[in-house]
């Protein structure tokens, strides 16, 4: 089983930037892919940003060039958000992929506003 923790998540202004941390544990052997999803206020969950073992990301045209996903440690990420704006006010989930499942943290909340 592989759990998910998310933090860093608060209050910050439009313009800001914010970083989440993600850390997997559990019973992992290797490095998995992980990644950021994010849910507004009556909108669908969507892709943020993701990182597989080897280093590759991608990330959604809404956040390319403001966004940074990247690897601290070998199953922890974190996301750098800059030029925040209250369109990336949502729940953010970090995702991981192990042994073909998917697990997912609780979530942290990001909220821009002035």
């Known amino acids: 089983q592989v759990q998910l923790d998310e933090s860093g998540g608060g209050l910050v202004q439009p313009g800001g930037s914010l970083t989440l941390s993600c850390a997997a544990s559990?019973?992992?052997?290797?490095?998995?892919?992980m990644g950021w999803y994010r849910q507004a206020p009556g909108k669908q969950r969507e892709l943020v940003a993701g990182?597989?073992?080897?280093?590759?990301t991608n990330y959604a045209d809404s956040v390319k060039g403001r966004f940074t996903i990247s690897r601290e440690a070998r199953n922890t990420v974190s996301l750098q958000m800059s030029s925040l704006t209250p369109e990336d006010t949502a729940v953010y989930y970090c995702?991981?992929?192990?042994?073909?499942?998917?697990?997912w943290g609780k979530g942290t909340l990001v909220t821009v506003s002035s």
């Open positions: 995702q991981g992929r192990y042994t073909g499942m998917e697990y």
């Open positions: 559990g019973s992992i052997f290797s490095s998995i892919p």
């Open positions: 990182i597989s073992v080897s280093g590759n």
